[in-house]
C-alpha cells in the first residue's frame, strides 16, 4: 500500500483553485483536495471515487451553491480534520470566519459543511446532509477529533460467538445470490459494509478497494481496518474466480460485470474495477477467528446463508453445499423423472392398443 501526503501545502492548493481548473468536474476537484494524487492508480479509479466524491457535493449544496464559493472553506476543514482538531474547535473557527466576512450561515449549516468535508476524506456517511437518500447507517460526530470518532465506532470487539463456523471456498458473492437468494448490492458507506438488509435479503458491499488501497500510515481508518475489509472482498470475489481469464470461471465473470453494470445503470456511478483483483485468500485466512472488525457480521451473513433452503430449480442445482444431500437429491429428480416418462409411455401404449382393437372391430369407422 502506498501512503498518501494529505498534507495542504500552499503550493497543493494553488494546484487545485477551483478558480483555475478550467472545465474539470466538481467530483475531480473535490477528490484531489480530500485524497491528493493517486499515482499509483489508473485514471479510470479514480474516477470511482470522484463520483462518490461529486454525489456527496449534491446532497450538501441541493443544486443550490456553487462549489467555487465553498472552496476556500472546505480545504480549511480538510485541513483541519487531518490535524485531528476537535469539531467543537473546527466549528468555532469556522463561525468566525464567517463573521468576519460578514457571512450568514447558522449553527446547522455549519456543520453540514464540516460533515461534507469529513465525508471527503472517509467514505462514511458522517452526519446526515440535506437531499440525502438511503439514510441507512451513520456516523455521529458531535464532538472530538474526527479520527478518534472513527475508530471508537469500529474499534468494538466482537461480541456474537461461532462455534466451528468454516468459511469455504464455496462461500462467495455467486453463491449467496444463486444458492442463498441473498442479493448483493454495492454501497459507498464503509459502515454499511457487509450488512443485511431488507428482511435479510440484501447484503451491502464496500466498493471502494482503491481508497482502502491507498490508506498508510496518517489514515483516519483504525490500524488494519482497510486491510481486513479487502481481505472480505477478497473472501466474497476471490481474483481467481472473477479477475482470471480461465473458461471454467467465465459464469462468475459475466455475473459480475452484470452485477456492476446495473448498478451503475441504477444509481448512475461504477463500481471499483478491483474489486475482483484483491487476490484470494488460502485456507487459514478463511477462519472467522482471523476476522476482528467484520467478524460479526461474516459470522450473521455465513449463518444466513446456511440456513437458507433452495426454492427453485437452478438454486437446487447450484446448491453443493451438503454433497451427499445434492447427489441424493439429482438422483431421486432423475429417477422420479424416468418413472414419470415410463408411465406416460405405458399409457400411450396402452391407449394406442385400444384403439387398434377398436378399429379392428370397427373397420369403417
Same mark, same amino acid.
Given at each position: ?10 503550493? +497543493? ?213 482497510? !486491510? ?35 448498478? !451503475? ?28 472488525? %467484520? ?8 449463518? +444466513?446463508?446456511? !440456513? ?7 438454486? %437446487? %442445482? ?48
Amino acid at each position: 500500500m502506498n501512503p498518501m501526503n494529505h498534507t495542504i501545502t500552499a503550493q +497543493t492548493r494553488e494546484g487545485i483553485d477551483c478558480h483555475n481548473q478550467g472545465d474539470e468536474g466538481v467530483g475531480h476537484r473535490l477528490r484531489k483536495i480530500a485524497r491528493g494524487n493517486w499515482n499509483s492508480a489508473a485514471e479510470s479509479r479514480q474516477r470511482v471515487y470522484e463520483t462518490y466524491c461529486q454525489t456527496q457535493w449534491n446532497y450538501y449544496a441541493q443544486g443550490r451553491r456553487k462549489f467555487e464559493h465553498h472552496s476556500h472553506e472546505t480545504i480549511e476543514i480538510i485541513r483541519m480534520i487531518q490535524s485531528n482538531d476537535a469539531k467543537e474547535s473546527i466549528l468555532t473557527q469556522l463561525q468566525n470566519s464567517h463573521q468576519a466576512e460578514q457571512k450568514s450561515f447558522s449553527e446547522h449549516s455549519c456543520r453540514h459543511m464540516i460533515d461534507f468535508a469529513a465525508r471527503l476524506i472517509i467514505p462514511i456517511n458522517i452526519g446526515t446532509l440535506p437531499n440525502e437518500v438511503n439514510k441507512r447507517r451513520h456516523l455521529k460526530w458531535d464532538t472530538g477529533a474526527l479520527k478518534d470518532c472513527v475508530n471508537e465506532y469500529f474499534d468494538e470487539s466482537p461480541v456474537l460467538t461461532f462455534e466451528r463456523l468454516r468459511l469455504p471456498k464455496a462461500f462467495d458473492a455467486w453463491s449467496l445470490c444463486k444458492v442463498g437468494g441473498i442479493k448483493i448490492r454495492f454501497t459507498d458507506n464503509l459502515a454499511d459494509h457487509l450488512l443485511l438488509v431488507e428482511d435479510d435479503a440484501i447484503v451491502l458491499i464496500f466498493h471502494h478497494v482503491t481508497y482502502l488501497e491507498q490508506q498508510g500510515q496518517d489514515s483516519q481508518l483504525p490500524p488494519g481496518l482497510a !486491510e481486513e475489509t479487502i481481505k472480505t472482498i477478497a473472501l466474497l470475489f476471490p481474483q481467481a474466480e472473477y479477475g482470471g481469464s480461465k473458461k471454467s470461471t467465465r459464469k462468475k465473470r459475466a455475473w459480475l460485470s452484470k452485477l456492476c453494470k446495473n448498478h !451503475e445503470n441504477e444509481y448512475g456511478c461504477r463500481v471499483d474495477e478491483c474489486v475482483n483483483r484483491c487476490g484470494g485468500l488460502p485456507a487459514s485466512e478463511r477462519q472467522i477467528e482471523r476476522f476482528r472488525f %467484520w467478524r460479526d457480521r461474516l459470522g450473521v451473513l455465513k449463518q +444466513t446463508y446456511d !440456513e437458507t433452503t433452495p426454492s427453485t430449480i437452478s438454486q %437446487w %442445482w447450484h446448491d453443493r453445499r451438503n454433497g451427499p444431500q445434492w447427489f441424493t437429491f439429482w438422483v431421486a429428480g432423475v429417477a422420479l423423472a424416468l418413472a414419470t416418462l415410463a408411465l406416460f409411455l405405458t399409457v400411450v401404449q396402452a391407449v394406442e392398443g385400444a384403439l387398434q382393437v377398436f378399429l379392428a372391430y370397427n373397420p369403417k369407422s
